[in-house]
């Protein structure tokens, strides 16, 4: 890994868990850019191959047609007032020092250019009115810098206006993807999941493959008889898990399992969408719509009866707007859209799991709990996973108040960024939650969220903060008694 | 797409340095993309992680799980850090000749 030592930013304090807002640092991130998306991939998922050859016109064009149906980001792109209240909230700033990473001043590139294009001030006197043309520049710093955003939306916590941020780093991408502008990253992952069914590319023989596997590792390393069924016809629950727990985060696999087993659900995955996630969210409107309403044709062609959304940040953000983005639900079970740990809750208030929980289990961890930043900030899932952790552990802490909740930090990796060559920023964008667990000194750090499972790992052997990183239904497994 | 020297052999790769065209992947390639990902020699425990992910990949299409590796292995997965300092799905997969694993991992 690329690591920075050379830079003063890994000199930066931390007090009581909080770092401090770093000295600005002009430029520091202004080098480190996605690799650009590919031909194939792009062709995928209908974004224009390349470049197209208009695209000044096209992104001015593409702008318009936003303002229009997005009243909310015509609002934001108007009422700003440059107080700096989000400059320093930002987890990019805070670890890199890089003033264009200020919430404020990111956004401000996508301002400047509406000033210039849809204002009678920009129009004629665009120098007055801080205006600037859509030019080669620009697109640069677009591209640059609104993929050093993690649309993690904490600036819009501190706005006193209510400004998201989020949307209008959403609104340069779609922008940008309009155009043929996007990163390989997420472009590949949208393009395996209309080809293979998920974000990572297991081919449904390789799916049912390690579903098996899981039973007969389960059956042999504890001796207990579980299923982990595919394709099921008519089963009653259809879960759709990050394809990461069936890969890499196997104990979060094991606990869906387990848990079903234990309250006799019928459940199963579907190898047509195996996936939660949904990179679309990172990329534009049609393919967030399109990736979601695959879970829909899968719950639908299996005939369950409802669907369970996995540990998965952005797939949760994505899910609780699936009737807006594809129609009513109702020919499922409510509640919908449902979320494990919603689910577990549920569970857990009927009486479903009296007598069935053994807390001391996990008495080898001091568990504190990351709130990834979709379910924390855009879709109310902030109290169910700590009620599933202290039904599941006696010892949990939490962080200091200003880094959790609403108040959460990005893990780092959000937003599309899970990706090496910017590794530099993930570090970076990583330590103010590596500073917060540090000062808890928790030994275990739970999330429900794979991008974060995938991420904090490395931000904690960065930062030298000794801590496992894991799922909340992993814990809650560990203590079911079966 | 970049083209490097490799073994004398001229390969294409990604910007991660996968290699593109699977058919030319050799022993000897393996060895000389192994010296990027600081393996000075590959080791006969290097060469059992290397063929198991091969043969996976070839009848399934994709890398096997991590567990999944560790138990034919039989390896710890510390160990398997140890021989591949950037870690199985990186490193490994590299040497392997397999594509870079996407997604949330």
Redesign the interface.
């Known amino acids: 890994?690329a690591k920075f030592d050379e830079t003063p930013i890994i000199q930066d304090p931390a007090k009581a868990g909080i770092l401090a807002p770093p000295p600005i640092r002009e430029h520091a991130t202004a080098a480190m850019r996605c690799?650009p998306g590919k031909a194939k991939d792009h062709k995928a998922i209908d974004l224009p191959e390349e470049r197209v050859p208009d695209w000044q016109q096209k992104a001015i064009a593409k702008l318009g047609e936003l303002l229009e149906k997005n009243k909310a980001l015509r609002v934001y792109m108007d009422i700003c007032v440059r107080c700096g209240a989000c400059a320093d909230k930002c987890q990019y700033y805070l670890g890199t020092g890089d003033p264009q990473n200020m919430p404020v001043a990111r956004a401000e590139l996508l301002r400047q250019v509406f000033r210039r294009y849809y204002t009678l001030g920009g129009r004629l006197f665009p120098d007055l009115s801080h205006a600037a043309e859509f030019d080669e520049e620009m697109l640069e710093k677009w591209y640059i810098y609104f993929y050093q955003c993690s649309e993690c939306r904490r600036c819009s916590v501190f706005c006193p206006y209510g400004i998201d941020t989020a949307e209008i780093t959403m609104a340069a991408r779609e922008i940008m993807s309009s155009i043929g502008v996007a990163t390989?990253?997420v472009t590949?992952?949208v393009a395996?999941v209309y080809e293979r069914g998920?974000?990572?590319?297991?081919?449904p023989?390789?799916w049912i493959?390690?579903c098996e596997?899981l039973e007969e590792?389960v059956e042999e390393e504890e001796g207990i008889s579980l299923r982990f069924p595919v394709d099921e016809q008519g089963a009653d629950v259809l879960l759709v898990p990050?394809?990461?727990d069936?890969?890499?985060n196997?104990d979060t696999m094991i606990g869906y399992a387990k848990l079903f087993h234990l309250l006799g659900i019928r459940w199963t995955t579907s190898t047509y969408c195996n996936e939660g996630?949904n990179f679309g969210l990172f990329l534009n409107y049609y393919n967030l719509k399109k990736v979601n309403k695959r879970i829909i044709d899968a719950a639908r062609m299996l005939g369950v009866k409802t669907i369970i959304w996995g540990e998965?940040g952005h797939a949760w953000r994505a899910g609780v707007l699936t009737p807006t983005l594809n129609g009513p639900m109702d020919m499922f079970d409510p509640p919908y859209p449902y979320h494990i740990s919603q689910f577990i809750v549920d569970m857990l208030r009927k009486g479903a799991l009296d007598g069935k929980i053994d807390k001391s289990a996990n008495d080898d961890y001091l568990v504190t709990y990351h709130d990834p930043c979709n379910p924390a900030r855009s879709s109310q899932l902030i109290e169910e996973p700590r009620e599933v952790l202290r039904a599941s552990c006696n010892r949990f802490v939490e962080m200091p108040a200003d880094t959790i909740r609403e108040k959460t930090f990005c893990c780092g990796a959000g937003g599309g960024l899970?990706t090496?060559?910017v590794m530099p920023i993930r570090m970076a964008g990583g330590k103010p939650r590596a500073m917060a667990v540090k000062h808890v000194g928790a030994n275990y750090l739970a999330t429900p969220c794979?991008?974060c499972?995938?991420q904090l790992p490395e931000v904690m052997s960065y930062w030298d903060v000794p801590v496992q990183v894991g799922g909340v239904i992993d814990l809650l497994a560990n203590a079911l008694k079966l | 797409m970049p083209f490097v020297q490799l073994d004398g052999i001229e390969v294409e790769v990604d910007?991660?340095g996968f290699i593109q065209e699977p058919d030319k992947w050799t022993e000897e390639l393996a060895a000389a993309i192994a010296k990027t990902e600081e393996v000075e020699e590959l080791t006969e425990d290097h060469w059992r992680v290397i063929n198991y992910l091969r043969g996976y990949y070839q009848e399934?299409?994709?890398a096997p799980?991590?567990?999944?590796l560790c138990?034919e292995t039989d390896f710890k997965l510390k160990y398997i850090y140890e021989l591949f300092p950037?870690g199985p799905?990186?490193g490994a997969c590299k040497i392997a000749g397999l594509p870079k694993?996407?997604?949330?991992?």
């Open positions: 890994m690799w390989k990253y590949e992952v395996k998920n974000n990572l590319g297991i081919p023989l390789a493959d390690n596997f590792d990050p394809s990461a069936n890969f890499a196997v996630g998965c899970l090496d060559e794979a991008i499972k995938a | 910007e991660d399934f299409g994709i799980m991590i567990r999944k138990k950037s799905a990186k694993p996407t997604g949330c991992v």
